[in-house]
C-alpha cells in the first residue's frame, strides 16, 4: 500500500497551490481520503476528507471557503485545491487513507510554504 502526495512547493500570500495524493495497492477501493497538515511545533491537524463516491466533503473552518477537495478514481488520486493561501497555511501536508474510523494508512508529507 502506498500514497504518493505531491504538488508542495513555495506560493505568495494570496496564491494556489494544487497537491495530489496518488494511491496504490489500496482494496477494495471504497476508502476515504484525507488530507493532514503539521506546522512546525504545532500537532498535526484535520484538513479535508472525502468519501469514496465524492459526494461527500468535509473540511475544517480554518479552510472552508479556500480549499476544495475532490477525487477521480479512475486515476486513484485524490486532490487539495488551496486558493487564497496565508502564510498561516504553511506547513507538511499529508495524505491519507482509512476503511473504518481509524486513519491506518499514510503518505509521506509534501511541504508548503507560504511566504513573500
Given amino acids: ?35 493532514f497538515r503539521q506546522a512546525p511545533g504545532k500537532e498535526r491537524e484535520f484538513v479535508a476528507a472525502i468519501s469514496w463516491s465524492g459526494l461527500s466533503t468535509y473540511s475544517s473552518d480554518d479552510v472552508k471557503g479556500r480549499f476544495t477537495i475532490s477525487r477521480d478514481n479512475a486515476k486513484n488520486t485524490t486532490y487539495l485545491q488551496m486558493d487564497s493561501l496565508k502564510p498561516e497555511d504553511t506547513a507538511v501536508y499529508y495524505c491519507a487513507a482509512r476503511y473504518d474510523s481509524n486513519w491506518s494508512f499514510w503518505g509521506q508529507g509534501t511541504q508548503v510554504t507560504v511566504s513573500s
Fill in 1 to 35: 500500500v502506498q500514497l504518493q502526495a505531491s504538488g508542495g512547493g513555495l506560493v505568495q500570500p494570496g496564491g494556489s497551490l494544487r497537491l495530489s495524493c496518488t494511491a496504490s495497492g489500496l482494496t477494495p477501493s471504497n476508502y476515504v481520503v484525507g488530507w
